[in-house]
């Protein structure tokens, strides 16, 4: 199916845009106008004649030209109208953010509007979802979004307020977003019919999804199936538990079926199943690095005894290996600190010399050279680095990153901090966060999380 | 064995003491001015006339009164000769920071050591520690401890860094610490001896453990039941793998046996195993916390269905249950909000509604007269209440508190926040999350970590 105009709209019209933010009404005419959209908009409302600073239309059938999309925001009593005026202008997408059909139990309806759109030869996204994200076309359902380049992620949320949850998390974590969609009730168009799209898109190196259910389980598979093959696609699953499906029935209607069932066959495609939103915004910042480990086995560098004990049982855990170093390698990490209090086998424990970013970068180029490990995860202790050497701070993720530049192994920083009420902290970790991510490093900020996503991202390789 | 004097000592030489804070030295004198420390202080350096404003004694039999501590930051050649001295002073306790013991292989110095202690009625902390800390005494091994009153919890490390880390994550998250000792090599006074007198002190309501190797089993599990039985204990075992175990050998000479055998004998006695040192965090917050959960009938309100549906998963995966609230609830509950877009049944989805504190205050109370459920987790989502309602941030976590303050059951909040960049939200965090810790309430950053604690603070009190 051809969804391009969907995500490429020349032309738009808001049907039930209004000049105010009231009434639960989300102001996606607004949002174009924000993100400086650079089609024709058409904003409808009978009751105004102008929207910020637009010309308003009192119907959809005096827009005086055919529309690529139609968003429409009325409410549910005026739908099948609504598609049918689509129709007659020749829109082929009509995004329904408007709710009240099955997920309130109002199945009737929701089988006219689909049977309506049919006759009417128009696609429907939703109802009951907040709709499209395109950072090229600068479309979007959320006023936070910042386009990044074109961005090399897609995103398909049945819920609304998870996509709005995805948009803001992969902002902050500089995951650059190409396209998004929250789906809904899927009367219509269904998450197999983006993931089709998304599968032959060559914008999307890397896909994340939240489902509540599956509408058509082959066509989903199919669909999965042609995406995992070039590239990795995260899924989180709402109604995985009975009390779950239960919860998600009167969200988006959702039926769904038996997890077990689900979660094997979605393994057997290549997807990659995840607990929690945190866990799959992991696997995207992972997935989408410019280098990912090879191979299972693991260098550590920090600061600490115990956290070092801690790091290789929880490494040991998630799967992973530490060799212990090569003595070549072992003796170089020496030439820069003393033997007391420090440990250079492997986890490398550089004391309070696990503080100092030049010996950290020395320590990483000596780990670079040992032919058995595959990947570096150096753990940065923010509470130390404020404390004890603040004037580090500015400077050292930058001597980090000139150094990873001159390694062949991937490197996974972790950004570690315990004290949790110091805003100076908030503010150092968010620049040592930006600089290693705009370097195109994944950052994590505990060592659990670090290893977790690594041995996800591993187990799935490996499987390929 | 009677550890008083270790913990309120009224007189401390620190031998070693230096007035720059160079050479790897932990600035143990100065932590003692720095904190206000009420008892007697000398310094002890022949190189050193006066240290810090304090007149210094060249060695530890010029220091003219007995003293209850010394600490002892020296090298390992000179530490059988400290431990003579103190034996002359008649000093009960010496404290070695000084490492290059067991740690390092050296099993001679460190078995003389002991013997030396034996022989000089004196007993030891460490040695390759930081020691000892006590809110009331005033006593700490770490700048960053401000004693919030007396206390009400304790802490015993084996690792340095990780005391360190309990002391700044505890500050940060209002956990009252009232005592706290890194412990290393145990090569007298072990584990199992801090924690008999924990057992018997009546200012530590809760402790945690951060433990490589146990000593004396028999003796450990002797004094872990006896404090299990008024007051909850959480272990974090370092070492528990294979792999880890190694780790730790180098660490603190640890010698890890199995961790099946381990886990198996400390569940039985009562006490809590975890697998992360946040995990240990989450249940010292929680069992500290005024009101505990009786049940594990939970009642969840926030914003957004998506989100709902995941704490519902969530919650079932972790064993909790989410009855369907009483009609006249229900009813209760939809007096304030519209009926699209939200659910009233449980997991309670308030709509645009969840970001504003009134209505949630309403909600919570309605909750609060269900019979069938046991505890009530509000979640609050930082990004929205940001975004649209940042006039509600203030004032907001105060109606919160009052709302409690009427209520039975116990409320557990839930901070969520999936923009990790903006410095303005760690802010309203930063404040919200103080404002429910002084009123008492356990406060968590993401679903998972709720869920999970109370969980497992459930599984432990049923077991009791």
């Not at 529309?67 to 005026?78: G, M, S």
């Amino acid at each position: 199916m051809d969804l391009r105009k969907l995500f490429y709209p020349e032309k738009i019209a808001v049907v039930g845009a209004s000049p105010g933010f009231d009434g639960g009404k989300m102001p996606f005419f607004q949002f174009l106008q924000f993100m400086e959209y650079k089609g024709a908009l058409y904003p409808v409302n009978p009751a105004h004649a102008e929207i910020s600073g637009v010309k308003a239309y009192p119907s959809l059938d005096d827009v005086p030209e055919t529309v690529d999309l139609v968003i429409a925001q009325i409410p549910a009593r005026f739908a099948i109208d609504t598609v049918k005026a689509a129709g007659r202008n020749g829109a082929p997408f009509v995004h329904f953010f408007t709710s009240g059909f099955s997920e309130v139990g109002n199945m009737e309806l929701e089988k006219e509007l689909v049977e309506t759109a049919r006759a009417s030869n128009v696609r429907l996204v939703g109802p009951n979802c907040i709709g499209v994200l395109c950072a090229e076309s600068r479309i979007t359902f959320n006023m936070e979004f910042k386009p990044n380049g074109k961005g090399n992620v897609g995103f398909l949320g049945q819920s609304g307020g998870v996509s709005d949850n995805f948009v803001r998390m992969s902002g902050s974590r500089k995951i650059r977003l190409n396209k998004a969609v929250s789906y809904g009730n899927q009367a219509d168009l269904k998450l197999e019919d983006f993931l089709a799209y998304f599968a032959e898109d060559p914008e999307i190196e890397a896909a994340a999804i939240y489902v509540e259910d599956v509408k058509n389980g082959p066509a989903f598979l199919d669909a999965l199936g042609k995406t995992t093959a070039s590239k990795p696609v995260i899924l989180l699953k709402g109604g995985s538990t009975q009390r779950g499906a239960k919860a998600a029935a009167s969200h988006t209607g959702a039926m769904a079926g038996d997890f077990k069932i689900f979660s094997s066959a979605v393994n057997q495609k290549g997807g990659i199943i995840v607990d929690t939103f945190e866990q799959m915004m992991d696997l995207m910042m992972l997935a989408t690095s410019t280098r990912l480990p090879r191979g299972n086995r693991v260098g550590f560098l920090g600061a600490g005894g115990g956290t070092s004990v801690c790091f290789t049982d929880l490494a040991a855990k998630a799967g992973l290996e530490m060799p212990v170093l090569a003595q070549a390698v072992q003796d170089r990490i020496s030439e820069k600190i003393p033997n007391v209090n420090t440990s250079t086998a492997n986890p490398v424990d550089l004391g309070a010399f696990g503080f100092d970013f030049s010996i950290m970068a020395h320590t990483m180029l000596a780990m670079d050279q040992d032919e058995n490990i595959d990947v570096i995860m150096p753990y940065f202790s923010l509470d130390f680095i404020t404390s004890f050497a603040p004037h580090m701070a500015s400077s050292g993720p930058e001597i980090i990153l000139e150094t990873v530049a001159k390694m062949k192994k991937p490197v996974i920083p972790i950004l570690s901090k315990f004290a949790e009420d110091v805003l100076e902290m908030e503010k150092v970790r968010i620049e040592m966060f930006s600089v290693f991510r705009e370097g195109g490093l994944a950052v994590f900020n505990t060592i659990q999380d670090c290893v977790n996503a690594a041995s996800s991202i591993l187990k799935w390789s490996n499987g390929r």
